[in-house]
Structure formats: structure tokens, C-alpha cells
């Protein structure tokens, strides 16, 4: 927990990286808007002072520099565009004004002072007196006629720049409020995405704690933050389901395991008191030992086949061969029973991915049962049916069958009806049969009728060849 203290804040991280996003793609966004704005308002002064000067220049030509001419085309094209808009000039080779139509003689001495020096191209600001103007921006451009003389011509170009002013100042505001709205609502919805986050955390921290019951609640905010929860439960259900597993078998060991050891704890205290037993001491010690390890491996096993702890790899099995070896196996305890046993195989082979041991011990205990329990002459039948994407085994007998009423209860741990209790067993067989086949995630169902005789019905799904 100290170093996750020491982290930094999901929630800071995420709304620092929505922002310096947003304020990035902001920035870029705006400066291309601004420098298309203004590479346009350019293109369009300098086309229209371009135009002019070759207007004039032509006229000039035309007029073959007379100067009474020359105040005409001045006057025509100050009352087309505006006094306020055009400003115009005409020096002679000395530099001095020949010829002007320029209201504001601060501009004029500035355009003639430019002119002198010969600047082709120069931008003029200056305080303006002018009605409902604070300033003038003027851009210039000075051409030098055939004879020396020297075209000034300014165009202004005050409210362009005052528009790419304006814009830079909205488009900055515009950022601010972005900024401070995009940073709430990353902050909102990074709280909502750590507060799901935050909730499993917390479960786990209960959970910890020995609240093995704690579930986290869909937040339904996304779909993956629902799946991460979907699996933290499904992980806390099969933890759950473990540990209940782990305590049913402590519980179940210890509560089997205290008949054997009370007999050989009397046994023992009889023989040291000097007492005669019926059978001698080491039998029975060796027997009671024997029937406990093997509740014990039992046990184990069942647990760890419905936990999935083994991790043997599987083999393919040829089920046809695997049956008839099993027959073969139990061929001499059946002929003593006086049983008969039938085989239903498909004629071609039926080959599953498993695991040998597993299915030899879910057969082997389906057919003790089914041997125990049925009486001489009775008939035990294996069938195998194979489908497009699963294996069926039926087991069935002609034994005294099993009560409707306990059918539910068959598959319990220690679990055993009052017809079999003088019977050997320790009530496992068929709790690891239906773990070795939950393992698989199969199902194993019985039908049975009193008198007529049982079948258990498994059923695996997986590719069979």
C-alpha cells in the first residue's frame, strides 16, 4: 500500500494528458487558421496593389507623364476606393513631391521619406486623428518609372489586420474556455473511470479481509470496465467455491477419519490393558490405515479434479479400445458375480482428447456401483454414442435401482442411501465421478426405477475424431 501511495494519481494522469491533447491539437488548429487567414488578407493586399501600380504605370505611360493627367487618374481612383483606403505619391528623381493624393500629411512625409531611400515594399502604423479609428496600417509598394520618377502606392489594410487581431484574441479565448471546460470534463470522467477501478480495488481490500462474500456491481460505464468486473467476480466466485470445497474436505476428512482412529484407539487401549482381541493388532491396524489413506487420496483427488489443479496434458484416446480393456478387467469379478456385460460401440473408432487415469477411474467406479448392485443374472450394458461435437457413455444395469427421492442426493461427498450403508464403501465413487466430469465440463445424469435397474448418462463436449 506504501508504494501505491506513493504513485502517481491515475485521475491527474489522465486529465493531464486530455489537456496537453487538447491544448496541442487546439494550438495547431488555431495557428493554421491564423496563418491561412493572413496568407490570404496578403495574397489579397498585394494583388490589389499590384493591379494599381500597373494601372498607374500604364497611365503614366499613356499620359507620357503629364502631371495634369496624372492628378485625374490620382482623383478617379481615390473617389472609386476611398480616400481613407488609397493613398498615393509621385516623386520626382530628386525625391521630392510632385504629385500626391494623400489626406494625412504624416503618412505623406512618411511615404516620402520611404520613397528617398528606395523602399520598394514597407508597412506604415501610425496614430490616426481620423473618425472612429484609433490607428492606420498602411502597406506600401514603390515602383520606379522609365524617366526616374517614383510610384507610390499605399493600400490600407488597417481593419485586415485588426480582423487577424480580433481572431487571434477569440481563438485565444476560445482556448482558455476549451481548456477549463475539456479539464472538467476529463476530470469527470477520469473520476468516473477510477471510481469502477476504485471499486474492485476496494473489493479486493474486503476480500482480504475475510469478506469472501464481496462482489463488485456492474458499473455498466464501458464495456471494459464491465468485463474487468465480470472477471473480478467470476474470479472471486471460483475462490469462493474453492475454499468451500477446501473447508467441505477438511470437514469431511475430519469427520470420517474420527471412526477408524476411535476403533484403533480402543483396539490399542484393550491390547495395553492386556485384553484379547479378535484379530490381531497389526491386521487391524494395517486395514484401518489403508481405508483411510485411501479416503484421503480420494478426497484429494476429487478436489483437485472439480479445482482444475492437476495439470497433466491430455492424450488422444481411442474410447472403443479403452472400453473393451476396462471390460477385460473386470471380466473375473464379473463371471464370479455371474453377470453378463454388453459392449454398444460404433463400429469405427471414436478417439478423445483426456486423460487416461481420470477416465479410468469414472468408468471404474460407474461400474463397481453397477456391479455391487446388481444382482446374479442381471446385465450390465456400456453404450457409446459419438456426436458432431461431443462423446455420450451410458452405463446401465439391471440392478435394484435407486429411489427417486434420493436420485438429487447420489452425487454428495460421504452421501449413501440406507439400502447400501452394510454395504463396502466410503460414499466418494460417484462425487469424483461427477468432478472428473465437471473437469471436462460435462454433465453425468442417472435414471433409475426401483427393482428395474439404473443408467448414468455422461456426456463431454469437445472435438471428437
Same mark, same amino acid.
Given at each position: 500500500?506504501?508504494?501505491?501511495?506513493?504513485?502517481?494519481?491515475?485521475?491527474?494522469?489522465?486529465?493531464?494528458?486530455?489537456?496537453?491533447? %487538447?491544448?496541442?491539437?487546439?494550438?495547431?488548429?488555431?495557428?493554421?487558421?491564423?496563418?491561412?487567414?493572413?496568407?490570404?488578407?496578403?495574397?489579397?493586399?498585394?494583388?490589389?496593389?499590384?493591379?494599381?501600380?500597373?494601372?498607374? @504605370?500604364?497611365?503614366?505611360?499613356?499620359?507620357? %507623364?503629364?502631371?495634369?493627367?496624372?492628378? !485625374?487618374?490620382?482623383?478617379?481612383?481615390?473617389?472609386?476606393? %476611398?480616400?481613407?483606403?488609397?493613398?498615393?505619391?509621385?516623386?520626382?528623381?530628386?525625391?521630392?513631391?510632385?504629385?500626391?493624393?494623400?489626406?494625412?500629411?504624416?503618412?505623406?512625409? =512618411?511615404?516620402?521619406?520611404?520613397?528617398?531611400?528606395?523602399? &520598394?515594399?514597407?508597412?506604415?502604423?501610425?496614430?490616426?486623428?481620423?473618425?472612429?479609428?484609433?490607428?492606420?496600417?498602411?502597406?506600401?509598394?514603390?515602383?520606379?518609372?522609365?524617366?526616374?520618377?517614383?510610384?507610390?502606392?499605399?493600400?490600407?489594410?488597417?481593419?485586415?489586420? #485588426?480582423?487577424?487581431?480580433?481572431?487571434?484574441?477569440?481563438?485565444? %479565448?476560445?482556448?482558455?474556455?476549451?481548456?477549463?471546460?475539456?479539464?472538467?470534463?476529463?476530470?469527470?470522467?477520469?473520476?468516473?473511470?477510477?471510481?469502477?477501478? #476504485?471499486?474492485?480495488?476496494?473489493?479486493?481490500?474486503?476480500?482480504?479481509?475475510?469478506?469472501?462474500?464481496?462482489?463488485?456491481?456492474?458499473?455498466?460505464?464501458?464495456?471494459?470496465?464491465?468485463?474487468?468486473?465480470?472477471?473480478?467476480?467470476?474470479?472471486?466466485?471460483?475462490?469462493?467455491?474453492?475454499? =468451500?470445497?477446501?473447508?467441505?474436505? =477438511?470437514?469431511?476428512?475430519? !469427520?470420517?477419519?474420527?471412526?477408524?482412529?476411535?476403533?484403533?484407539?480402543?483396539?490399542?487401549?484393550?491390547?495395553?490393558?492386556?485384553?484379547?482381541?479378535?484379530?490381531?493388532?497389526?491386521?487391524?491396524?494395517?486395514?484401518?490405515?489403508?481405508?483411510?489413506?485411501?479416503?484421503?487420496?480420494?478426497?484429494?483427488?476429487?478436489?483437485?479434479?472439480?479445482?482444475?489443479?492437476?495439470?497433466?496434458?491430455?492424450?488422444?484416446?481411442?474410447?472403443?479400445?479403452?472400453? !473393451?480393456?476396462?471390460?477385460?478387467?473386470?471380466?473375473?469379478?464379473?463371471?464370479?458375480?455371474?453377470?453378463?456385460?454388453?459392449?454398444?460401440?460404433?463400429?469405427?473408432?471414436?478417439? $478423445?482428447?483426456?486423460?487416461?487415469?481420470?477416465?479410468?477411474?469414472?468408468?471404474?467406479?460407474?461400474?463397481?456401483?453397477?456391479?455391487?448392485?446388481?444382482?446374479?443374472?442381471?446385465?450390465?450394458?456400456?453404450?457409446?454414442?459419438?456426436?458432431?461435437?461431443?462423446? @455420450?457413455?451410458?452405463?446401465?444395469?439391471?440392478?435394484?435401482?435407486?429411489?427417486?427421492?434420493?436420485?438429487? !442426493?447420489?452425487?454428495?461427498?460421504?452421501?449413501?442411501?440406507?439400502?447400501?450403508?452394510?454395504?463396502?464403501?466410503?460414499?466418494?465413487?460417484?462425487?469424483?465421478?461427477?468432478?472428473?466430469? =465437471?473437469?471436462?465440463?460435462?454433465?453425468?445424469?442417472?435414471?433409475?426405477?426401483?427393482?428395474?435397474?439404473?443408467? $448414468?448418462?455422461?456426456?463431454? &463436449?469437445?472435438?471428437?475424431?
Amino acid at each position: 500500500m506504501s508504494s501505491a501511495r506513493k504513485a502517481p494519481s491515475l485521475r491527474r494522469h489522465i486529465v493531464a494528458v486530455s489537456l496537453s491533447a %487538447g491544448a496541442l491539437l487546439f494550438l495547431l488548429s488555431g495557428g493554421l487558421i491564423l496563418f491561412v487567414s493572413w496568407s490570404f488578407m496578403k495574397s489579397e493586399y498585394e494583388g490589389f496593389l499590384a493591379r494599381s501600380t500597373s494601372d498607374l @504605370v500604364g497611365e503614366y505611360a499613356e499620359s507620357k %507623364g503629364d502631371l495634369k493627367e496624372m492628378r !485625374h487618374f490620382f482623383d478617379e481612383d481615390v473617389e472609386e476606393h %476611398g480616400a481613407d483606403r488609397i493613398f498615393l505619391l509621385l516623386t520626382d528623381p530628386a525625391g521630392r513631391d510632385v504629385l500626391n493624393a494623400c489626406a494625412d500629411k504624416t503618412i505623406l512625409r =512618411t511615404m516620402l521619406s520611404r520613397a528617398q531611400r528606395n523602399l &520598394p515594399a514597407y508597412r506604415i502604423s501610425k496614430e490616426s486623428d481620423l473618425p472612429h479609428h484609433n490607428r492606420i496600417v498602411l502597406r506600401v509598394k514603390t515602383t520606379v518609372l522609365p524617366d526616374g520618377f517614383k510610384l507610390s502606392i499605399g493600400h490600407n489594410v488597417t481593419a485586415d489586420e #485588426q480582423y487577424l487581431l480580433f481572431l487571434a484574441i477569440t481563438l485565444g %479565448g476560445a482556448f482558455l474556455f476549451s481548456l477549463l471546460l475539456g479539464g472538467w470534463a476529463a476530470d469527470w470522467l477520469a473520476r468516473r473511470f477510477v471510481r469502477s477501478l #476504485q471499486n474492485v480495488s476496494d473489493a479486493a481490500d474486503r476480500i482480504r479481509a475475510g469478506e469472501w462474500s464481496t462482489r463488485v456491481t456492474p458499473s455498466h460505464e464501458s464495456r471494459e470496465l464491465v468485463l474487468l468486473e465480470d472477471a473480478f467476480n467470476t474470479m472471486c466466485d471460483q475462490n469462493e467455491k474453492t475454499l =468451500t470445497e477446501l473447508k467441505t474436505l =477438511t470437514d469431511d476428512i475430519a !469427520h470420517d477419519l474420527r471412526t477408524p482412529l476411535t476403533r484403533l484407539r480402543t483396539a490399542a487401549e484393550f491390547a495395553a490393558m492386556g485384553g484379547e482381541l479378535n484379530r490381531p493388532l497389526p491386521e487391524m491396524l494395517f486395514e484401518q490405515s489403508s481405508d483411510m489413506l485411501e479416503l484421503i487420496n480420494t478426497m484429494l483427488e476429487i478436489s483437485q479434479t472439480g479445482c482444475k489443479l492437476d495439470r497433466t496434458p491430455r492424450e488422444d484416446i481411442d474410447l472403443c479400445a479403452f472400453l !473393451h480393456e476396462t471390460v477385460e478387467l473386470y471380466a473375473t469379478v464379473l463371471d464370479d458375480q455371474k453377470l453378463a456385460i454388453n459392449l454398444d460401440l460404433p463400429k469405427e473408432s471414436v478417439v $478423445f482428447s483426456g486423460h487416461r487415469g481420470r477416465l479410468q477411474r469414472l468408468l471404474g467406479n460407474l461400474l463397481d456401483n453397477a456391479i455391487k448392485f446388481t444382482p446374479g443374472g442381471g446385465v450390465i450394458t456400456l453404450s457409446l454414442v459419438r456426436t458432431a461435437s461431443a462423446v @455420450v457413455l451410458r452405463v446401465s444395469d439391471t440392478g435394484c435401482g435407486i429411489a427417486p427421492e434420493e436420485i438429487p !442426493h447420489i452425487f454428495r461427498r460421504f452421501w449413501r442411501s440406507d439400502s447400501s450403508r452394510s454395504l463396502p464403501g466410503n460414499g466418494l465413487g460417484l462425487a469424483l465421478a461427477k468432478a472428473i466430469v =465437471t473437469s471436462y465440463a460435462g454433465t453425468i445424469t442417472c435414471e433409475s426405477s426401483l427393482g428395474k435397474g439404473t443408467t $448414468f448418462t455422461i456426456t463431454i &463436449p469437445g472435438d471428437v475424431n
